[in-house]
Nanobody, 128 residues
Framework: QVQLIESGGGLVEPGGSLRLSCAASGQTDTSVYYTMGWFRQGPGKEREFVAA??????????ADSVKGQFTISRDNAKSTKTVYLQMNSLKPEDTAVYFC?????????????????WGQGTQVAVSS
């Protein structure tokens, strides 16, 4: 079993930055396809893909809406797998609950249904 704990959400003004963290504990996968990702769900919207990273290869994927604005990265030095989402130039439309997810995914990492484990989510609010 894998537990994912997100942190780093909060209230920020438009144009500001936040960094989200997600720490994975438990029996994390060591497969080459082990992937950790971020999804978000805004008010009245469906959950959408934001970014993902293939742990072993350090290959990243982004939704078109956040390319150049958000950066996903991982910390391989820690005993627990930790993934970060650096969010810059935040806009009100980035307001959402951000969820961390993980799974052994040999397919496209942009679909939520491929992920086995989910965190509880962390709220990001962008407002003046």
């Amino acid at each position: 079993q894998v537990q994912l704990i997100e942190s780093g959400g909060g209230l920020v003004e438009p144009g500001g930055s936040l960094r989200l963290s997600c720490a994975a504990s438990g029996q994390t996968d060591t497969s080459v396809y082990y992937t950790m990702g971020w999804f978000r769900q805004g008010p009245g919207k469906e959950r959408e893909f934001v970014a993902a990273i293939r742990w072993g290869a350090d290959v990243t994927y982004y939704a078109d809406s956040v390319k150049g604005q958000f950066t996903i990265s991982r910390d391989n030095a820690k005993s627990t797998k930790t993934v970060y989402l650096q969010m810059n130039s935040l806009k009100p439309e980035d307001t959402a609950v951000y969820f961390c997810a993980a799974g052994n995914i040999p397919y496209s990492p942009t679909s939520a249904r491929h992920y086995n484990y989910w965190g509880q989510g962390t709220q990001v609010a962008v407002s003046s």
